[in-house]
């Protein structure tokens, strides 16, 4: 059990957080250090607490790290109990500082996470797409080639009538060649300039006249098809959306908790460090 201890004591860092639990049948008493019962209560809290790292072991080596990890909280805190430094002033003041911020967390989570309904969500994600500009995207091939006189003569045999795909086949250089050059839909901003000027400036089912010049080659583009973009669907988008009702609510709570209580900052330059860091910030 030693390695156990070793990694528990390096990354177990809710220590502070543990507490004696209420017996019942469901929370049962899985070790005793001393006259102290550990139960699955407090197992589960340390489980919590262990490394994202640790969090990838098998189940029962994560739980042996995490019982060590208890007992040995136990231990010393029983002998800390002994020397009086639960009475130490710093002692003191960082149990309030933290039995404020899990105050702070409780809230959060109760007026916050947990008050986020599925009609908020829904409302936010109507109200976003309403304000995202219409995009167009295309469909689109290309052949590409080394040099500019070989995409000439792509081009001309493109006037002469020969099949796009069959010459993509046939000539281009590009890894997507055996499907005949095909792109898929694209909006802007996902090819290298050049090619997306081109690209877009070409009419539905017509190709370029002359080669496209970008870091990779020589190109010869065809345009397919174009259609308006369409935006992601809630489900795509649903845990972002849901930050920005929760990030939303949170402002609102600060603000008007702030209102109620009021805030005052005695240093200068901190004062004006903070009204800076907490600035409203602009909602859509």
Do not use: C, W
Not at 10 to 17: K, S
Not at 45 to 53: E, I, R, S, T, V
Request: no cysteine; aromatic share 6%; glycine share 4%.
């Amino acid at each position: 059990m030693s390695r156990y201890k070793t990694l528990a004591a390096a990354v177990f860092v809710a220590a502070i957080a543990l507490h004696g639990a209420r017996a019942e049948e469901t929370d049962p008493v899985i070790a005793k250090v001393g006259d102290q019962e550990v139960r699955q209560s407090e197992l589960n809290l340390a489980l919590g607490g262990l490394d994202p790292q640790l969090q990838q072991m098998p189940e029962e080596q994560k739980r042996a790290a995490a019982l060590s990890a208890v007992i040995d909280v136990k231990l010393l805190a029983k002998n800390a109990e002994k020397e009086g430094l639960q009475d130490d002033a710093v002692f003191k003041q960082r149990i309030a500082y933290l039995t404020e911020r899990e105050l702070h967390n409780a809230f959060f989570k109760k007026h916050v996470v947990d008050a986020v309904t599925k009609e908020d969500v829904k409302a936010r994600y109507d109200k976003e797409i309403a304000a995202i500009p219409a995009q167009e995207e295309i469909k689109a091939r290309h052949i590409l080639v080394k040099t500019e006189d070989e995409a000439k003569a792509v081009i001309k045999e493109l006037d002469a009538g020969k099949s796009f795909v069959e010459l993509a086949k046939a000539k281009s250089s590009d890894p997507n060649k055996d499907d005949g050059g095909d792109l898929g839909y694209f909006a802007k901003g996902r090819m290298v300039p050049e090619f997306e000027a081109a690209a877009f400036a070409l009419e539905k089912g017509t190709y370029t006249k002359t080669p496209v010049k970008t870091q990779f080659g020589f190109h010869v583009i065809l345009v397919e098809d174009k259609r308006p973009q369409a935006p992601p669907t809630l489900e795509q988008v649903e845990p972002q959306v849901r930050q920005l009702v929760m990030r939303d609510k949170y402002l609102e709570l600060l603000a008007s908790a702030k209102k109620e209580t009021g805030v005052e900052i005695s240093d200068p330059a901190l004062k004006k460090a903070y009204d800076e860091a907490n600035k409203p910030q602009e909602t859509k």
